[in-house]
């Protein structure tokens, strides 16, 4: 199988440690022979705004590229949070106590990471004006955090499973990022207490197959595309890796269509013959790609 496409790409102007420059990825995205690739910066919250309109403007200075599209990746907000960052009020994101210990941010450039109410009404800090004014193409969903539900295994497969139902429900969301990715951190405080103890790699074990089922039936049932990302493909416990490849593998067979995910956040554009070998392992192949839903006339 040779992958075609690759629609989660970072650029310098994401919000993160992300770094490459367009025309490194415009050139590495060639190398690598791609009909469909596209640059995705994160929006957390409407906070990170501004860092979208200037990859947009990079974007439109690269001149019309063959194939090259613009997205955006947003997150799993809450409506506590957005109203929060509307009204510039963000000193309740500074400081707080995390399992009783301090934790600090110097911005809400990740959205307000704590002190919101669990279970609160989710959201996605975009409108259809902003994805018409700043011409994008798709938008990929991902969970990126708790929003505020106790940092242990069930609650947190709970939250993460809560969360991927409403991004594949919500209407402007095509793509579902990286499934379960960051669970093994989420589900511990190493947050606060850097004990590589937090960290629980194995915890995708315990995901129960209804929570697969029920994303696989709403995956197909809306429409949306489910990420192979190399953040997952490639995650250190081989493991956890090659059983959340299983998992992907038995969402094909019902059906689901997917999307690649470089997910680059470094400088250079990777070759991508390692991933396009470990999903021919897995049985994928050409016809389980999609486009997202704006760019298949382009086809
Ligand atoms: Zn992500
Ligand atoms: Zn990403």
């Not at 049985?283 to 298949?296: H, N, Q, V």
């Amino acid at each position: 199988m040779k992958l075609e496409q690759d629609f989660h790409i970072h650029t310098h102007c994401s919000c993160d440690a992300a770094c490459a420059q367009l025309a490194e990825i415009i050139k590495g995205c060639r190398q690598n022979g791609y009909r469909h690739f596209g640059i995705s910066d994160h929006l957390h919250t409407r906070f990170n705004l501004p860092d979208i309109e200037i990859a947009r403007k990079e974007f439109l200075a690269c001149g019309p590229v063959p194939g090259f599209h613009f997205g955006i990746e947003v997150t799993c907000a809450t409506q506590w949070e957005c109203e929060k960052i509307a009204k510039r009020d963000f000193a309740s994101c500074f400081t707080c106590e995390v399992n009783g210990r301090k934790f600090q941010t110097m911005t809400p450039i990740d959205g307000i990471m704590y002190g919101g109410p669990a279970n609160g009404p989710l959201m996605v800090d975009l409108t259809r004006e902003d994805i018409d004014r700043l011409g994008i193409e798709y938008v990929i969903g991902g969970v990126h955090k708790p929003n505020y539900t106790p940092q242990e295994p069930q609650p947190m497969i709970d939250d993460y499973f809560n969360q991927s139902c409403f991004l594949v429900n919500h209407p402007l969301v095509d793509i579902l990022a990286h499934p379960w990715n960051g669970l093994p951190f989420w589900s511990g405080y190493n947050i606060v207490t850097d004990d590589p103890e937090d960290v629980h790699p194995d915890i995708f074990f315990q995901i129960p197959g209804e929570y697969w089922d029920e994303l696989a039936h709403l995956l197909t049932a809306n429409g949306k595309i489910a990420e192979l990302n190399c953040c997952n493909l490639f995650y250190e416990f081989e493991k956890s890796a090659r059983f959340l490849l299983e998992k992907m593998a038995d969402w094909k067979s019902k059906g689901v269509k997917f999307s690649f995910a470089s997910d680059l956040h470094g400088a250079v554009y990777p070759d991508a013959a390692k991933a396009s070998a470990l999903l021919t392992e897995y049985g994928f192949t050409e016809e389980d790609f999609a486009l997202p839903p704006r760019l298949r006339d382009s086809r």
